[in-house]
């Protein structure tokens, strides 16, 4: 028998049974369907972040306070320890000035952080907010101009005016569809004035929502909300190719001031590199606890189908009878395993093929041809693995004894 009939045989067995055909299916639909699902989603939230680094700079160096790569950073451990050293007041303003003035050579421009917390209120809409307190310079280091109004004057920020720009998303979430241009709201119970309302920059995701902040000059934030605490530099280097250079320069001049433990100096690579790990361990692990899934539906299979067996115990008798080897009956129930599982499979693709379509407005998610070919890959070698089984036990049937089954 030509295996092009032993296909066909296996797709009527498999169309006779509709209903028990599915269901054997379901475990393999769910396992992959999940597994696809969950790659693509991290895949597509390492694109994500990708994509929001490049739109900051690819030639940005950041110093911060502590050491967030190291046992009480990123990379796990301690976590509480980061929190400390980056709430001490480590880094002041003398080391960025040092910094720019003994390496013009390298460093193109800088801007300073400092990051708190108010409450902002206008008309009846109160709302905790993440405030941004800034150098003049960071809308040209960040590439971040104002898509209304304007940025703050360098004269502004000396005097600490009581001004601030918005990322877009909190000026709607706050004034709605009214222009917040020139606009007076409260912060923290202060009248501050709206200049700028800043373009859409994106972020979220586990990571810092650039639109979501309320931005203002940092002396501002220094005087009115009570902190000299300076959150990070960030340096603009002239070339990319001069990055190496800078980091060396810039850890030469400040560690003449602080210790090595005590400031980090990295680039978007090295912070990138880390969180691309952290996602991609999160996607391996949820990856892992959804193939349990295909486990279940390989042992589904093996069960339905030696269930099937048994049913066919008459058939498998008769054609024994005609002339039909072990093998062939061995090979017909493989298959037949496999086709479950690989149909079960090209549906769970499907499913979540249509899932990362509807999730991609609220949340990246990419399938790739890898996890395609992962998926079919597995569902295969489900289908034959859990078949081998039920395919053998049909295969050592006797044709007499088979024939006498009631």
Avoid: H
């Avoid at 009939?5 to 269901?23: E, H």
């Avoid at 880094?91 to 960025?96: A, P």
């Avoid at 279940?296 to 069960?303: C, L």
């Avoid at 008769?318 to 090979?331: E, M, S, V």
Wanted: charged content about 15%; aromatic content about 10%; glycine content about 12%.
């Amino acid at each position: 028998m030509k295996i092009g009939s032993i296909f066909t045989l296996a797709i009527k067995s498999i169309m006779l049974n509709k209903s028990r055909s599915f269901l054997t299916m379901l475990g393999v639909i769910i396992g992959v369907g999940s597994v696809v699902l969950l790659t693509s989603i991290g895949t597509g939230l390492q694109a994500y972040v990708a994509d929001q680094f490049a739109s900051l700079g690819t030639n940005i160096l950041y110093v911060v306070p502590g050491n967030p790569f190291g046992n009480g950073g990123f990379s796990g451990g301690g976590g509480a320890q980061t929190a400390i050293e980056s709430s001490k007041p480590t880094l002041k303003r003398t080391y960025y000035n040092q910094v720019i003035r003994n390496n013009r050579d390298l460093i193109k421009d800088g801007a300073i952080t400092s990051v708190n917390v108010a409450e902002a209120k206008y008309s009846k809409t109160t709302k905790k907010v993440t405030l941004y307190g800034i150098t003049n310079s960071y809308q040209t280091v960040y590439n971040s101009p104002a898509a209304k109004g304007r940025w703050f004057t360098q004269t502004e920020e000396d005097k600490a005016d009581r001004i601030v720009l918005l990322g877009p998303k909190i000026a709607t979430e706050l004034f709605g569809q009214v222009d917040p241009i020139n606009k007076f709201f409260l912060l923290n119970g202060q009248s501050y004035k709206i200049i700028g309302v800043l373009k859409e920059k994106g972020g979220g995701f586990g990571g810092p929502s650039f639109d979501n902040y309320v931005y203002i000059p940092i002396e501002t934030n220094f005087k009115y909300f009570n902190s000299e605490l300076i959150n990070s530099f960030v340096f603009e280097v002239r070339d990319k190719s001069q990055i190496k250079d800078a980091k060396l320069a810039i850890e030469k001049t400040i560690g003449k001031s602080l210790k090595s433990d005590e400031f980090t100096v990295f680039d978007q690579t090295q912070l990138l590199s880390t969180i691309n790990s952290i996602i991609g361990m999160l996607t391996i692990g949820l990856g892992g606890i959804s193939a349990i899934s295909l486990l279940v539906g390989g042992i589904g299979i093996m069960n339905i189908m030696l269930v099937s067996v048994t049913e066919r115990t008459r058939e498998i008798g008769l054609r024994k009878a005609l002339g039909a080897t072990p093998n062939l009956i061995l090979a017909q129930f493989l298959i037949e395993a496999a086709l479950l599982s690989v149909i079960g499979g090209l549906i769970g693709l499907l499913i979540a093929y249509l899932g990362s379509l509807a999730l991609q407005p609220y949340f990246p998610a990419k399938v790739t041809m890898g996890a395609v070919i992962l998926s079919f890959g597995v569902s295969t070698i489900v289908g034959l693995v859990f078949g081998v089984a039920p395919a053998k036990r049909a295969a050592k049937l006797s044709p007499i004894e088979a024939l006498r089954y009631e």
